[in-house]
């Protein structure tokens, strides 16, 4: 994962294609990039389907940007959002995008903006067109995020009840609350780690295994349900992880 560092992120989102369910773990989410400084989200607000993100724009210090509908079929709103995430990126000083939308129409600016080798992470819905997905450096399913949030705060309560004395720690499906990995996953790990450098003892190291995954801009542990790619491997089938005397952790595939 990124370090959060104080880089300054800019998080564009298309409030006709986005839920506003979605914003506290999506800013989180961006933490790990620096200090989400602007916060711009775009729409008719005079669309009752809008009201939800009316009612939390002022909570979450998000300028709106008011874009009329002015032709029937026309999409506006997209064309003023890409135009000022130009203008944000050849100011020079915007080290990072969010873009929230499901909306395939901003494929063309995320894959203009990494061309300036400026990360771009999109937040959006599972059923966003895969061009966007991939056109983006690090795609999130805004859904997996929420179910992820929830599922970390469940087990924190459930902690301090077992802490207390109070509830049962056996009756958990297993350490994380997610289902099987799926067979895409698995390979994709697997060819994660092949490719990446191993010791006499063919361990390699976690943080080389996830870069090369990373690679794939639909990879992201939250996407499955998990908070860290260690967690991810623990419930993997088949891998095998240790820690050296430095902290650093390894991971290796058993045959």
Request: hydrophobic share 35%; glycine share 10%; with cysteine.
């Amino acid at each position: 994962m990124i370090k959060a560092h104080n880089d300054n992120i800019a998080l564009l989102i298309d409030a006709d294609n986005a839920s506003h369910v979605g914003i506290d773990p999506v800013l989180t989410a961006l933490a790990e990039l620096g200090t989400v400084n602007i916060r711009r989200a775009y729409g008719n607000w005079r669309k009752q389907s809008l009201k939800g993100w009316v009612d939390i724009l002022h909570k979450y210090g998000i300028e709106p940007q008011q874009q009329f509908d002015i032709t029937k079929g026309k999409n506006a709103t997209d064309m003023k959002m890409t135009i000022d995430g130009m203008d944000l990126l050849f100011r020079g000083n915007i080290t990072g995008f969010g873009i929230m939308s499901s909306d395939s129409d901003f494929m063309p600016l995320a894959m203009r903006i990494r061309q300036e080798g400026i990360p771009v992470y999109g937040f959006g819905s599972a059923k966003t067109p895969e061009g966007f997905r991939q056109a983006c450096t690090r795609f999130i399913e805004v859904d997996a995020l929420i179910k992820t949030g929830k599922r970390e705060r469940a087990s924190s309560k459930g902690s301090e009840q077992t802490d207390a004395g109070v509830g049962d720690p056996s009756s958990s499906t297993d350490k994380n609350g997610s289902g099987p990995v799926e067979e895409e996953l698995l390979k994709l790990l697997i060819d994660a780690y092949q490719a990446s450098k191993r010791d006499t003892e063919g361990f390699a190291s976690l943080s080389e295994v996830g870069k090369i995954a990373g690679n794939r801009s639909s990879f992201d542990v939250r996407n499955y349900g998990f908070s860290r790619l260690s967690d991810m491997f623990e419930v993997v089938p088949n891998f095998q992880t240790k820690r050296d005397e430095k902290g650093h952790l390894f991971v290796k595939r058993l045959r």
